[in-house]
């Protein structure tokens, strides 16, 4: 990760450690905080404006490095053919945040795609409320990714129960939330389920987000493996 940075933005590769960490020291205070060995931005929102500026310059990076929720807020892609009208409660929330995207070319729409199946395999399930999975053409290109998988590893990452789901809390109490209606509904859901003793599996984000070509696809894979579509609706993997 490091070399990849340096050489984009033409540093020397070869730069000692310390000499970032004494520039880092240098900014504490104005611009950086320090807690323990790590550095942050002094406010989100200075974050924001310099990774907004990085990733305008170097797209493929952030694709490559910046976390699920960083996606789901600033990452968009070329053209709103795919998006939905947003409710008035969201519109607020939606142009503060659109001076600040990152807008990404048709030319990385394949590194984009593995990228978001990447962190559906690691249990970032967050990756089917972001809005690019709904533009057809980023949407063709994540299937496209799914069929190059054996239906062993659809079913693991699928259709098994998650053993940690790193979206649930996020995706509850989101703070970008203002419709307490959506807000409650999501609650209700979610506690149901962790009431009822049963893990998440990502099919349900898929289901609940609308992803209506992903869940046919799934359905249609099970329907070749199997003849019939019990695995939809079991919990674990059995070998015949």
């Known amino acids: 990760k490091k070399i990849s940075v340096l050489k984009r933005c033409k540093v020397d590769r070869e730069t000692d450690n310390f000499r970032f960490i004494d520039a880092l020291s240098d900014m504490e205070g104005t611009y950086?905080?320090?807690?323990?060995?790590?550095?942050?931005?002094i406010h989100d929102s200075m974050f924001e404006?310099?990774?907004c500026h990085f990733g305008r310059q170097f797209p493929e990076l952030m694709i490559q490095y910046m976390s699920s929720d960083y996606f789901?807020?600033?990452i968009k892609v070329d053209g709103n053919e795919s998006e939905n009208r947003i409710s008035e409660n969201e519109e607020s929330t939606?142009?503060?945040?659109s001076g600040l995207c990152i807008i990404i070319s048709e030319s990385h729409y394949q590194m984009l795609a593995e990228r978001l199946f990447r962190d559906v395999e690691n249990g970032e399930m967050l990756v089917f409320e972001n809005k690019t999975l709904k533009h057809p053409s980023v949407l063709q290109t994540f299937?496209?990714?799914m069929a190059r998988k054996s239906y062993r590893e659809l079913y693991s990452i699928f259709l098994s129960e998650l053993k940690e789901d790193k979206?649930?809390?996020?995706?509850?109490f989101q703070p970008q939330m203002t419709n307490s209606q959506q807000s409650f509904e999501r609650f209700r859901i979610w506690m149901h389920l962790l009431h009822e003793g049963k893990r998440?599996?990502?099919i349900y984000w898929v289901i609940y987000c609308g992803h209506n070509q992903i869940l046919q696809y799934i359905i249609d894979q099970i329907l070749t493996e199997n003849g019939n579509v019990n695995d939809l609706f079991k919990n674990s993997y059995k070998k015949d």
């Not at 950086?32 to 931005?41: C, L």
């Not at 939606?94 to 945040?97: G, V």
């Open 32 to 41: 950086t905080n320090k807690f323990d060995s790590e550095y942050t931005f």
């Open 49 to 51: 404006i310099v990774a």
């Open 72 to 74: 789901a807020n600033y």
């Open 94 to 97: 939606e142009r503060k945040a």
């Open 143 to 145: 299937i496209d990714v």
């Open 167 to 172: 979206g649930v809390c996020h995706y509850v």
């Open 200 to 202: 998440v599996r990502a």
